[in-house]
Each structure stands twice: as C-alpha cells, then as structure tokens.
C-alpha cells in the first residue's frame, strides 16, 4: 500500500500549479506556458509510471519551441526545470557535428547534464536537456531560398545523430565536457527519462515555403499553424519530427509586454536596481514613460527581452557611478533620461 501511494506523490503538482509557477517568471505565453505544463506533468507521471514497474506504454514526449528572438524560449525552458527541480543543461545545435568531424558530438548534450549534477548518473537520468538553435541544422539544398547554401557536418548528420538521443535508451556519456574526444572517460546514462526541449527561431520559415502562406503571420497579420510538412520543406527529417510530438509556438514581445518583463516577475530588473540602489540609501523610481523608451528601445534592436539588460546598464551607468555620493536622494528616471543613455 505505501508502494501505491508512493506512486502518485506528484498528484499534487498539476498542471495548472506548474502554468502558476511558471507565470510567476514568463511573462505572456500563456498557451506556450499550458502546453509545457502538460507535458511537464506527463513526463513526471511517465517517470514514477516506470520507477513502479509499469510497461514503457507512455511514450515521451519531446518539445520543439518555435518563436523569434528574446521571446523567452530559453528562459521558458531553465525555469520549467526550476518548478520542476530536476537538473537542466544548455547546448548549442551549432556546435554539433556527425561524428568524425571537429566540433562536438551529440552525447556531450548529455555530459553537461551529467556536470550538472556533480556527475550523479540518477539525478541525470530525470533531468532536461535544452538544444537551442536547432533551426540552424536543417538541410540546405543550393541555398536557393534561404540563402544558407548546401552544407553535411552542419545539416542532417546533425539531426541524424540527435536521432539516437531523443529517444533512445542507455549510451555512453563523456565525463569531461571539456575533452569529450577522449572516449576512455565515459559513463552509462540511461537517457530513456530525459526530456529534450528543442528551439530555434525559424526566421526564414515562409521562404522556405512554396505557398507562403504558412510560418508565423500571413499577408492578413493572422497567425498560421507551422505542419510538419512545413517543417520537413525547411529541411528537417521526418524522423527527428516525429521525436519532437509537442510544439509550441512562442509569440513575440510588444512594448507593452517588455514593461512588465522590467517591472513584474520574481525576477524583474527594475526592483533589482532599485534594492541595488537602496543598498547606498538611493530612492530609485522610473515614470511610465521611460519604461516605455526602453521597451522601444529593445524592439528597435529585435533582440526581445534579451535586449533589456545591455539597456538598463547604459541608463543606470550615472546613477551608480556616482551611488554612494548622492546616499538620501531620491532619483527618478524620465523618459528623457532613457533617450539620452541609448544615444550613447
């Protein structure tokens, strides 16, 4: 009976708890934040299912993450595995090559999960691995459309060797990250129970296409459903997709959205300067309008959110140059202000 009762402990994370959590960090997303929180849900049950001597009948479910720049695609992924509390690694598709090339073979997106955990093979087992960028490993024929032209070490080699990753079962992990070519120092990690979270920006998506009349936004504005076919027409294996089941597109960020990026989650850059501030006694404000000059100003550099802190730093450099002078004061940044530090 303990056994039983063992096995459903994670009834009282659901979905709707996880979306909560999440909400607290991501700001917009909201359909983004559901589909990852389902499949969150059911990768945990999947994982408790096995532990207790259940058939491998629940498959995994794999996501691929679909949006512009900055619009919190990695962020989205670290703090799943923070609510989650199970390790997370970050890789670059970039710099994975097919075997027998320079460059990194795949199972190192394993051996940094591995490091993670201070090499605790158990604690790796049930961990998620993050691949950004894995629009840039599609199959380019002549670079007629896209511009990328034909490439192998970069292209399908690449998603050939994801392949036996995304789903396979136990392989041999590099230990060291740092020198994986040294296959003598390797672990067993069974990697049936990690869950791999893709993501790119697929900007060129509609040149991609025949019909155009696919990708993120149509002629009309309206957004369109990205199919498979879509998705293997850019220049990716059937075989990789159907490894991927879930997919989740992101939107991009608005004025309106950056601003409260700044001001509401846990983890918002303007409280941050402001107890930064405190620290030497300053009584730090922004007007609304300013908050406005620098969500514009990230959108000029379509860079989304991640274009917030590199911002931040050029209208805060006066003010905490000279912090520990101006001790008592109250300083309140105006729009003005912003334009003067981004003209810099």
Request: net charge negative; with cysteine.
């Amino acid at each position: 009976m303990k056994e039983k009762r063992e096995i459903y402990r994670f009834l009282h994370v659901t979905p709707r708890r996880i979306f909560e959590q999440l909400d607290q960090y991501v700001i917009g997303q909201r359909h983004a934040k559901e589909v990852l929180a389902i499949a969150a849900y059911n990768h945990l049950k999947r994982i408790e299912y096995l532990k207790f001597g259940g058939e491998t009948t629940i498959r995994k479910s794999n996501i691929l993450l679909i949006g512009p720049s900055g619009c919190g695609k990695t962020y989205l992924a670290r703090t799943l595995a923070r609510v989650l509390d199970v390790p997370f690694a970050y890789n670059d598709a970039t710099a994975f090559t097919e075997a027998g090339y320079y460059g990194e073979d795949v199972e190192v997106a394993i051996g940094r999960l591995l490091y993670a955990t201070n090499q605790n093979v158990d604690a790796a087992e049930n961990g998620i691995v993050f691949i950004d960028e894995i629009d840039k490993i599609a199959r380019r024929s002549g670079g007629a459309r896209t511009g990328a032209g034909a490439r192998d070490i970069g292209g399908e080699g690449v998603q050939q060797a994801l392949l036996k990753i995304l789903e396979g079962e136990k392989i041999f992990v590099p230990m060291n990250v740092t020198a994986h070519w040294n296959k003598y120092d390797y672990v067993e990690v069974d990697i049936a129970n990690i869950l791999f979270i893709c993501a790119g920006s697929f900007s060129d998506l509609d040149d991609a296409s025949e019909t155009k009349a696919i990708g993120f936004f149509n002629g009309d504005g309206a957004q369109h459903e990205i199919t498979t076919e879509d998705l293997v027409q850019y220049g990716f294996l059937p075989e990789l997709l159907g490894r991927l089941p879930v997919r989740v597109k992101l939107d991009a960020l608005n004025a309106d959205d950056l601003v409260t990026i700044l001001t509401q989650p846990r983890e918002a850059m303007i409280p941050e300067y402001q107890r930064l501030c405190a620290l030497d006694q300053i009584q730090l404000e922004f007007t609304h309008e300013a908050l406005l000059e620098i969500a514009g100003a990230a959108l000029k550099q379509k860079l989304g959110a991640r274009a917030l802190r590199a911002i931040m730093e050029k209208v805060m450099h006066p003010i905490l140059f000279l912090g520990p002078e101006r001790a008592g004061e109250r300083i309140i940044v105006e729009a003005g202000d912003v334009l003067r530090a981004v003209a810099v």
